[in-house]
């Protein structure tokens, strides 16, 4: 079965950097759009950032833009986010998904983990 695992969250201080990483198996992951949401306490998950198949398109929520990057090693079946200039307002559980190149949809979800900013 498909499995997405994170890892790399923790706690770090305003301004600091941490690198996410999301190791995918049981999928052709050259086939998989890969994405990066996350969810801060009593608020809904919300999209940071997508990367197409090929790795050729990325994309942004303007509340990353800038300080956020994305990207993806298809012979280590993994994505990655790297996270600079975090602020406390980047402090949620993030979650990678996965959807086939032909779908809209994401079917497949890491189950989270925890990134914490101070001030």
């Known amino acids: 079965q498909v499995q997405l695992v994170e890892s790399g969250g923790g706690l770090v201080q305003a301004g600091g950097s941490l690198r996410l990483s999301c190791a995918a198996s049981g999928l052709t992951f050259g086939n998989y759009g890969m994405g990066w949401f996350r969810q801060a306490p009593g608020k809904e998950r919300d999209f940071v950032s997508r990367?197409?198949?090929?790795?050729?398109?990325?994309v942004y929520a303007d509340s990353v833009k800038g300080r956020f990057t994305i990207s993806r090693d298809n012979a280590k079946n993994t994505v990655y986010l790297q996270m600079n200039s975090l602020k406390p307002e980047d402090t949620a559980v993030y979650y990678c998904a996965a959807r086939h190149y032909t779908n809209t949809q994401y079917h497949h979800w890491g189950q989270g983990t925890q990134v914490t900013v101070s001030s």
């Open positions: 990367i197409s198949w090929s790795g050729s398109t990325t």
